[in-house]
Protein backbone atom coordinates (compact mmCIF):
# COMPACT_ATOMS: atom_id res chain seq x y z
CA UNK A 1 0.00 0.00 0.00
CA UNK A 2 1.52 3.18 -0.97
CA UNK A 3 1.81 6.40 1.47
CA UNK A 4 -0.82 8.68 1.39
CA UNK A 5 -0.42 12.29 0.61
CA UNK A 6 -2.59 15.28 1.46
CA UNK A 7 -2.42 18.93 0.26
CA UNK A 8 -3.34 21.64 2.95
CA UNK A 9 -4.34 25.13 2.19
CA UNK A 10 -3.40 27.78 4.31
CA UNK A 11 -0.47 27.79 6.31
CA UNK A 12 -1.60 29.48 9.47
CA UNK A 13 -2.08 28.22 12.79
CA UNK A 14 -4.49 25.65 11.89
CA UNK A 15 -3.21 24.72 8.30
CA UNK A 16 0.29 24.17 10.82
CA UNK A 17 -1.12 22.07 13.01
CA UNK A 18 -3.35 19.87 10.63
CA UNK A 19 -0.04 19.37 8.48
CA UNK A 20 1.62 18.06 11.88
CA UNK A 21 -1.40 15.44 12.58
CA UNK A 22 -1.31 14.03 9.23
CA UNK A 23 3.24 13.93 9.22
CA UNK A 24 2.31 11.66 12.76
CA UNK A 25 0.20 9.17 10.49
CA UNK A 26 2.50 8.30 7.98
CA UNK A 27 0.54 10.76 5.83
CA UNK A 28 2.87 13.20 3.96
CA UNK A 29 1.16 16.78 3.74
CA UNK A 30 2.31 19.98 1.98
CA UNK A 31 1.17 23.37 2.77
CA UNK A 32 0.34 25.83 0.04
CA UNK A 33 0.05 29.43 1.97
CA UNK A 34 -0.96 31.92 -0.45
CA UNK A 35 0.67 35.34 1.46
CA UNK A 36 4.62 35.83 0.73
CA UNK A 37 7.09 35.36 3.58
CA UNK A 38 7.69 39.25 3.54
CA UNK A 39 4.76 41.48 4.80
CA UNK A 40 6.00 44.31 2.88
CA UNK A 41 7.85 44.54 -0.68
CA UNK A 42 10.64 46.08 1.79
CA UNK A 43 10.42 43.80 4.78
CA UNK A 44 11.56 40.72 5.60
CA UNK A 45 9.53 39.46 8.45
CA UNK A 46 7.69 35.73 8.15
CA UNK A 47 4.03 35.94 7.06
CA UNK A 48 3.40 34.74 10.51
CA UNK A 49 5.15 37.61 12.03
CA UNK A 50 1.72 39.48 12.37
CA UNK A 51 -1.71 39.83 14.11
CA UNK A 52 -1.99 40.39 17.99
CA UNK A 53 -2.68 38.18 20.42
CA UNK A 54 -4.77 34.56 21.35
CA UNK A 55 -5.64 32.45 24.33
CA UNK A 56 -5.05 29.39 24.46
CA UNK A 57 -7.96 27.58 27.13
CA UNK A 58 -8.09 24.59 28.83
CA UNK A 59 -10.36 22.86 26.26
CA UNK A 60 -7.59 23.88 23.42
CA UNK A 61 -4.53 23.24 25.55
CA UNK A 62 -5.63 19.74 26.72
CA UNK A 63 -5.75 18.65 22.98
CA UNK A 64 -2.69 20.42 22.86
CA UNK A 65 -0.80 18.29 25.28
CA UNK A 66 -2.97 14.92 23.50
CA UNK A 67 -1.00 16.16 20.74
CA UNK A 68 2.42 16.30 22.52
CA UNK A 69 3.05 19.85 21.55
CA UNK A 70 1.63 21.46 25.20
CA UNK A 71 5.03 21.73 26.27
CA UNK A 72 6.72 23.70 23.38
CA UNK A 73 4.25 26.22 24.40
CA UNK A 74 4.49 26.05 28.10
CA UNK A 75 8.43 26.48 27.38
CA UNK A 76 7.89 29.12 25.23
CA UNK A 77 5.36 31.60 26.56
CA UNK A 78 2.16 32.81 27.24
CA UNK A 79 0.83 34.30 30.59
CA UNK A 80 -1.89 33.29 32.25
CA UNK A 81 -5.27 35.37 33.32
CA UNK A 82 -8.09 33.89 35.44
CA UNK A 83 -11.02 36.56 34.61
CA UNK A 84 -12.00 37.97 31.36
CA UNK A 85 -13.59 41.67 32.82
CA UNK A 86 -16.60 43.54 30.59
CA UNK A 87 -16.90 47.16 31.13
CA UNK A 88 -18.35 50.02 30.11
CA UNK A 89 -16.09 52.13 27.49
CA UNK A 90 -15.08 54.40 30.82
CA UNK A 91 -14.20 51.87 33.22
CA UNK A 92 -17.49 51.76 35.21
CA UNK A 93 -20.07 48.67 35.53
CA UNK A 94 -17.32 46.40 35.89
CA UNK A 95 -18.55 42.45 36.07
CA UNK A 96 -16.15 39.26 35.51
CA UNK A 97 -16.54 35.84 33.61
CA UNK A 98 -14.15 33.56 35.32
CA UNK A 99 -11.82 31.11 33.34
CA UNK A 100 -10.47 29.10 35.33
CA UNK A 101 -12.33 26.45 37.62
CA UNK A 102 -10.36 24.63 40.11
CA UNK A 103 -10.08 21.00 39.13
CA UNK A 104 -7.55 18.72 39.07
CA UNK A 105 -5.62 18.50 35.31
CA UNK A 106 -7.24 22.10 34.40
CA UNK A 107 -4.72 24.40 32.92
CA UNK A 108 -4.94 27.86 33.57
CA UNK A 109 -5.63 29.62 30.20
CA UNK A 110 -2.64 31.52 28.33
CA UNK A 111 -2.26 34.55 26.61
CA UNK A 112 0.12 34.49 23.76
CA UNK A 113 1.14 37.01 20.67
CA UNK A 114 -0.16 35.23 17.65
CA UNK A 115 2.97 35.29 15.74
CA UNK A 116 4.92 33.45 18.75
CA UNK A 117 2.53 30.64 18.88
CA UNK A 118 2.91 30.41 14.97
CA UNK A 119 6.56 30.28 14.97
CA UNK A 120 6.44 27.18 17.61
CA UNK A 121 4.64 25.03 14.96
CA UNK A 122 6.35 26.44 12.41
CA UNK A 123 9.57 25.26 13.99
CA UNK A 124 8.44 22.31 14.23
CA UNK A 125 7.29 21.84 10.57
CA UNK A 126 10.95 22.55 9.66
CA UNK A 127 11.81 20.05 12.24
CA UNK A 128 9.43 17.10 10.16
CA UNK A 129 10.36 18.28 6.42
CA UNK A 130 7.14 19.35 5.91
CA UNK A 131 7.19 21.58 2.35
CA UNK A 132 5.61 24.84 2.35
CA UNK A 133 4.90 26.98 -0.09
CA UNK A 134 3.75 30.71 -0.39
CA UNK A 135 2.39 32.74 -3.20
CA UNK A 136 0.15 30.06 -3.81
CA UNK A 137 -3.58 31.48 -4.29
CA UNK A 138 -6.32 28.48 -4.52
CA UNK A 139 -8.41 29.23 -7.51
CA UNK A 140 -9.99 25.75 -7.99
CA UNK A 141 -10.31 22.17 -6.60
CA UNK A 142 -10.93 19.28 -8.74
CA UNK A 143 -11.81 15.45 -7.26
CA UNK A 144 -12.06 11.98 -8.66
CA UNK A 145 -12.98 9.01 -7.18
CA UNK A 146 -9.00 8.56 -6.23
CA UNK A 147 -7.52 11.99 -5.65
CA UNK A 148 -7.88 15.74 -5.31
CA UNK A 149 -6.41 17.93 -7.22
CA UNK A 150 -5.59 22.11 -6.07
CA UNK A 151 -5.35 24.85 -9.41
CA UNK A 152 -3.44 27.82 -8.34
CA UNK A 153 -3.32 31.11 -9.60
CA UNK A 154 0.11 31.57 -11.12
CA UNK A 155 -0.87 28.38 -12.90
CA UNK A 156 0.16 25.72 -11.24
CA UNK A 157 -1.60 22.57 -9.36
CA UNK A 158 -0.68 20.00 -6.77
CA UNK A 159 -2.60 16.46 -6.62
CA UNK A 160 -2.86 14.32 -3.13
CA UNK A 161 -5.00 11.80 -1.70
CA UNK A 162 -6.76 13.84 0.20
CA UNK A 163 -7.11 18.28 1.13
CA UNK A 164 -7.16 19.69 4.57
CA UNK A 165 -9.12 23.10 3.70
CA UNK A 166 -7.30 25.67 6.76
CA UNK A 167 -7.71 29.13 4.64
CA UNK A 168 -9.50 31.35 7.38
CA UNK A 169 -12.50 32.66 7.61
CA UNK A 170 -13.02 33.60 4.13
CA UNK A 171 -12.08 30.32 3.30
CA UNK A 172 -11.38 29.93 -1.09
CA UNK A 173 -11.95 26.28 -0.95
CA UNK A 174 -15.26 26.67 1.29
CA UNK A 175 -16.45 29.19 -1.67
CA UNK A 176 -15.37 26.47 -4.54
CA UNK A 177 -17.08 23.51 -2.99
CA UNK A 178 -19.73 25.12 -1.37
CA UNK A 179 -20.86 27.94 -3.90
CA UNK A 180 -24.34 28.04 -2.15
CA UNK A 181 -23.63 28.48 1.14
CA UNK A 182 -24.37 31.71 3.12
CA UNK A 183 -22.23 34.52 2.53
CA UNK A 184 -19.37 35.32 5.90
CA UNK A 185 -21.65 37.53 8.01
CA UNK A 186 -19.10 40.74 8.92
CA UNK A 187 -20.49 42.22 12.24
CA UNK A 188 -17.50 44.91 12.66
CA UNK A 189 -14.66 46.67 11.43
CA UNK A 190 -11.53 47.02 13.24
CA UNK A 191 -8.21 46.53 14.32
CA UNK A 192 -5.71 45.02 16.34
CA UNK A 193 -2.43 45.84 17.69
CA UNK A 194 0.85 44.76 19.19
CA UNK A 195 2.17 46.90 22.12
CA UNK A 196 5.50 46.49 24.55
CA UNK A 197 4.58 46.23 28.33
CA UNK A 198 5.71 49.18 30.48
CA UNK A 199 5.32 53.17 31.13
CA UNK A 200 4.05 55.53 28.19
CA UNK A 201 6.33 57.82 27.42
CA UNK A 202 5.41 61.71 29.41
CA UNK A 203 2.20 59.76 30.41
CA UNK A 204 3.27 57.75 33.31
CA UNK A 205 0.74 54.86 32.57
CA UNK A 206 1.67 51.46 34.19
CA UNK A 207 1.40 48.91 32.10
CA UNK A 208 -0.68 50.28 29.27
CA UNK A 209 -4.11 48.35 28.15
CA UNK A 210 -4.55 47.28 32.16
CA UNK A 211 -5.86 49.66 34.16
CA UNK A 212 -8.81 47.46 34.96
CA UNK A 213 -7.39 43.55 34.28
CA UNK A 214 -4.81 42.07 32.61
CA UNK A 215 -7.74 41.34 29.97
CA UNK A 216 -10.84 43.25 29.80
CA UNK A 217 -13.82 44.25 27.13
CA UNK A 218 -14.65 48.16 27.01
CA UNK A 219 -18.01 48.71 25.48
CA UNK A 220 -20.17 51.39 24.48
CA UNK A 221 -22.86 49.19 23.57
CA UNK A 222 -25.23 51.86 21.50
CA UNK A 223 -22.56 53.57 19.67
CA UNK A 224 -21.52 49.75 19.06
CA UNK A 225 -17.73 50.35 19.82
CA UNK A 226 -15.50 47.93 21.47
CA UNK A 227 -11.70 47.58 22.99
CA UNK A 228 -10.46 44.58 23.90
CA UNK A 229 -7.22 44.36 25.74
CA UNK A 230 -4.71 41.49 26.70
CA UNK A 231 -1.79 41.01 29.23
CA UNK A 232 1.15 38.41 27.30
CA UNK A 233 3.85 38.72 29.79
CA UNK A 234 6.31 36.04 28.70
CA UNK A 235 6.51 38.25 25.31
CA UNK A 236 7.24 41.21 27.17
CA UNK A 237 3.94 42.73 25.09
CA UNK A 238 0.04 43.43 25.06
CA UNK A 239 -2.25 43.48 22.44
CA UNK A 240 -5.29 45.06 21.75
CA UNK A 241 -8.63 44.82 19.84
CA UNK A 242 -10.89 47.97 18.48
CA UNK A 243 -13.92 47.21 17.04
CA UNK A 244 -16.78 49.34 15.33
CA UNK A 245 -20.17 47.16 15.40
CA UNK A 246 -21.00 48.13 12.12
CA UNK A 247 -21.07 46.02 8.94
CA UNK A 248 -18.34 46.58 6.83
CA UNK A 249 -18.21 47.50 2.86
CA UNK A 250 -18.38 44.10 0.68
CA UNK A 251 -15.14 42.82 0.01
CA UNK A 252 -12.29 40.97 1.06
CA UNK A 253 -10.80 40.48 4.38
CA UNK A 254 -7.35 42.79 4.71
CA UNK A 255 -6.17 39.54 4.96
CA UNK A 256 -3.10 40.33 7.97
CA UNK A 257 -0.98 42.93 6.64
CA UNK A 258 0.16 45.37 9.22
CA UNK A 259 0.45 49.15 8.32
CA UNK A 260 3.31 50.64 7.14
CA UNK A 261 2.54 54.04 8.07
CA UNK A 262 2.30 53.50 11.66
CA UNK A 263 3.02 56.67 13.49
CA UNK A 264 0.05 57.79 11.40
CA UNK A 265 -2.14 55.37 12.04
CA UNK A 266 -1.21 54.93 15.68
CA UNK A 267 -1.99 58.52 16.32
CA UNK A 268 -5.11 58.73 14.34
CA UNK A 269 -6.79 55.37 16.17
CA UNK A 270 -5.68 56.43 19.72
CA UNK A 271 -7.38 59.89 19.01
CA UNK A 272 -10.66 58.25 18.32
CA UNK A 273 -10.51 56.02 20.91
CA UNK A 274 -9.83 59.06 23.39
CA UNK A 275 -12.98 60.48 22.08
CA UNK A 276 -14.74 57.68 22.77
CA UNK A 277 -13.84 57.97 26.53
CA UNK A 278 -11.79 54.83 26.82
CA UNK A 279 -9.24 55.09 29.87
CA UNK A 280 -5.63 56.33 29.71
CA UNK A 281 -3.81 53.36 29.54
CA UNK A 282 -5.68 52.15 26.99
CA UNK A 283 -5.86 54.98 24.78
CA UNK A 284 -1.76 54.78 25.20
CA UNK A 285 -1.80 50.96 24.44
CA UNK A 286 -2.62 52.26 20.94
CA UNK A 287 -0.51 55.35 20.97
CA UNK A 288 2.30 54.05 20.79
CA UNK A 289 1.81 50.24 19.61
CA UNK A 290 4.46 48.36 17.54
CA UNK A 291 2.38 47.13 15.15
CA UNK A 292 -1.34 47.65 13.85
CA UNK A 293 -3.28 45.43 11.20
CA UNK A 294 -6.81 46.02 9.84
CA UNK A 295 -9.26 43.18 10.38
CA UNK A 296 -12.98 42.68 10.50
CA UNK A 297 -15.04 41.04 12.98
CA UNK A 298 -16.67 37.95 10.71
CA UNK A 299 -18.87 34.84 11.63
CA UNK A 300 -19.50 31.63 8.90
CA UNK A 301 -22.74 30.57 9.17
CA UNK A 302 -23.23 27.01 10.55
CA UNK A 303 -22.54 24.68 7.80
CA UNK A 304 -24.28 21.59 8.01
CA UNK A 305 -20.91 19.25 7.05
CA UNK A 306 -17.46 19.98 7.45
CA UNK A 307 -16.38 17.65 4.51
CA UNK A 308 -16.98 16.83 0.57
CA UNK A 309 -15.42 14.11 -0.77
CA UNK A 310 -11.45 14.23 0.08
CA UNK A 311 -11.57 17.56 1.37
CA UNK A 312 -11.81 18.40 5.03
CA UNK A 313 -12.26 21.63 6.44
CA UNK A 314 -10.31 22.63 9.70
CA UNK A 315 -10.52 25.97 11.81
CA UNK A 316 -11.78 29.15 11.10
CA UNK A 317 -12.55 27.60 7.13
CA UNK A 318 -15.34 25.33 8.45
CA UNK A 319 -16.79 27.26 11.71
CA UNK A 320 -15.11 31.08 11.57
CA UNK A 321 -17.05 32.43 14.25
CA UNK A 322 -16.85 36.19 16.17
CA UNK A 323 -14.08 36.08 19.10
CA UNK A 324 -16.19 36.83 22.08
CA UNK A 325 -15.59 33.61 23.59
CA UNK A 326 -12.05 33.87 22.36
CA UNK A 327 -12.69 30.01 20.80
CA UNK A 328 -11.48 30.70 17.41
CA UNK A 329 -7.71 29.13 17.87
CA UNK A 330 -8.93 26.61 20.15
CA UNK A 331 -11.91 25.02 18.57
CA UNK A 332 -9.12 24.25 15.18
CA UNK A 333 -6.94 22.71 17.51
CA UNK A 334 -10.03 20.73 18.81
CA UNK A 335 -10.50 19.83 15.31
CA UNK A 336 -6.77 18.82 14.79
CA UNK A 337 -6.89 16.42 17.94
CA UNK A 338 -10.53 14.60 16.88
CA UNK A 339 -8.58 13.90 13.53
CA UNK A 340 -5.82 12.74 15.36
CA UNK A 341 -7.88 10.42 17.34
CA UNK A 342 -9.74 9.24 14.41
CA UNK A 343 -6.35 8.45 12.80
CA UNK A 344 -5.35 6.45 16.04
CA UNK A 345 -8.54 4.60 15.49
CA UNK A 346 -8.04 4.06 11.63
CA UNK A 347 -4.46 2.74 11.45
CA UNK A 348 -2.50 2.81 8.13
CA UNK A 349 -5.75 4.78 6.83
CA UNK A 350 -6.59 2.35 3.97
CA UNK A 351 -8.13 3.27 1.21
CA UNK A 352 -11.78 4.09 1.82
CA UNK A 353 -11.21 4.66 5.20
CA UNK A 354 -11.53 8.69 4.92
CA UNK A 355 -15.24 8.17 4.14
CA UNK A 356 -16.13 6.70 7.86
CA UNK A 357 -13.08 8.88 9.16
CA UNK A 358 -14.65 12.45 7.56
CA UNK A 359 -18.23 11.19 8.65
CA UNK A 360 -17.51 10.50 12.28
CA UNK A 361 -15.47 14.34 12.36
CA UNK A 362 -18.48 15.55 11.12
CA UNK A 363 -20.43 13.56 13.87
CA UNK A 364 -18.35 14.76 16.49
CA UNK A 365 -17.45 18.00 15.66
CA UNK A 366 -20.29 19.83 14.16
CA UNK A 367 -22.46 19.79 17.68
CA UNK A 368 -19.58 21.37 19.48
CA UNK A 369 -18.52 23.56 16.97
CA UNK A 370 -22.61 24.75 16.30
CA UNK A 371 -22.75 25.50 20.25
CA UNK A 372 -19.72 27.26 20.70
CA UNK A 373 -20.43 29.53 17.86
CA UNK A 374 -24.06 30.25 18.99
CA UNK A 375 -22.73 31.14 22.83
CA UNK A 376 -20.14 33.45 20.86
CA UNK A 377 -23.03 35.54 18.91
CA UNK A 378 -24.63 35.31 22.69
CA UNK A 379 -22.14 36.90 23.85
CA UNK A 380 -21.75 39.70 21.03
CA UNK A 381 -25.70 40.49 21.52
CA UNK A 382 -25.06 41.57 25.17
CA UNK A 383 -21.98 43.88 23.96
CA UNK A 384 -24.47 45.52 21.64
CA UNK A 385 -27.60 47.94 22.11
CA UNK A 386 -30.00 49.95 19.87
CA UNK A 387 -31.06 51.97 23.33
CA UNK A 388 -29.62 53.36 26.88
CA UNK A 389 -32.86 51.12 27.88
CA UNK A 390 -31.65 47.90 26.10
CA UNK A 391 -28.02 48.36 27.28
CA UNK A 392 -29.22 48.96 30.51
CA UNK A 393 -31.60 46.02 30.68
CA UNK A 394 -28.43 44.32 28.40
CA UNK A 395 -26.20 44.31 30.82
CA UNK A 396 -27.85 43.48 33.68
CA UNK A 397 -29.34 39.86 32.20
CA UNK A 398 -25.72 39.33 31.39
CA UNK A 399 -24.40 39.90 34.60
CA UNK A 400 -27.08 37.49 36.00
CA UNK A 401 -25.71 34.44 33.31
CA UNK A 402 -22.50 35.50 34.12
CA UNK A 403 -22.92 34.71 38.14
CA UNK A 404 -24.65 31.68 37.44
CA UNK A 405 -22.17 30.38 35.13
CA UNK A 406 -19.19 31.80 37.57
CA UNK A 407 -21.19 30.09 40.75
CA UNK A 408 -22.07 27.04 39.13
CA UNK A 409 -19.06 26.24 36.60
CA UNK A 410 -20.93 25.93 33.82
CA UNK A 411 -18.11 27.67 31.67
CA UNK A 412 -17.08 24.51 31.69
CA UNK A 413 -19.51 23.55 28.78
CA UNK A 414 -16.75 26.03 26.40
CA UNK A 415 -13.12 25.30 28.92
CA UNK A 416 -13.28 22.39 30.07
CA UNK A 417 -14.11 20.42 27.16
CA UNK A 418 -12.41 17.50 26.60
CA UNK A 419 -13.31 15.59 22.86
CA UNK A 420 -12.34 12.32 24.39
CA UNK A 421 -15.83 11.53 25.18
CA UNK A 422 -17.49 12.25 22.27
CA UNK A 423 -14.79 10.58 20.10
CA UNK A 424 -15.21 7.07 22.00
CA UNK A 425 -19.02 7.71 21.69
CA UNK A 426 -19.12 8.03 18.28
CA UNK A 427 -16.89 5.16 17.60
CA UNK A 428 -18.66 3.15 19.64
CA UNK A 429 -21.68 3.95 17.59
CA UNK A 430 -19.97 3.21 14.47
CA UNK A 431 -18.38 -0.29 15.78
CA UNK A 432 -22.51 -1.37 16.55
CA UNK A 433 -23.49 0.42 13.09
CA UNK A 434 -20.60 -2.02 11.65
CA UNK A 435 -21.75 -5.35 13.55
CA UNK A 436 -25.56 -4.57 12.12
CA UNK A 437 -24.37 -4.37 8.56
CA UNK A 438 -24.21 -1.01 8.18
CA UNK A 439 -20.85 0.54 8.65
CA UNK A 440 -18.11 2.14 6.38
CA UNK A 441 -15.43 0.07 4.63
CA UNK A 442 -13.39 -0.80 7.59
CA UNK A 443 -13.54 -1.07 10.89
CA UNK A 444 -12.03 0.81 13.36
CA UNK A 445 -9.13 -0.54 15.63
Not at 122 to 133: F, L, P, S, T, V
Not at 167 to 174: A, L, N, W
Request: net charge neutral; proline share 5%; glycine share 10%.
Amino acid sequence: MSAKTAIVIGGGPAGALSALVLKKHGITPTVYEKRTWETSPDDRHPFWDVGGSIDLYGNGLRALERLGFIDDVLVNGGGSCSKLFFFLMDGSDGMAQNLVVDKPGEYRPIQILRSSYHKILMKNCEKQGIQIHTKKQVVDVQQTATNVTATFADGTSATADFLIAADGIYSSVRRILFPDHKPVQRHGVGFVGVFDLGVAPAEGVPLLGFEHGEMAIYSAPVAGNLIYTVHCPEDNAGAWVLMQCKKPAEGEDPDWLPYQDLPRESTRLANIVEEWGAPASVTNAVRFSKRITPIHMSDVPDMSTLHKGRVLFIGDAGHGTLPTQGQGLCQAIEDCNVLHELLVNFPGFAEGDYVDVFALFDEIRLPRVHFVANQSRTVMGHLTASSNIQMKVDRFVFRLILGVRNGLSLNDAIFGYNCDKDVSKALEKYRKRRQAGKGGASAAA
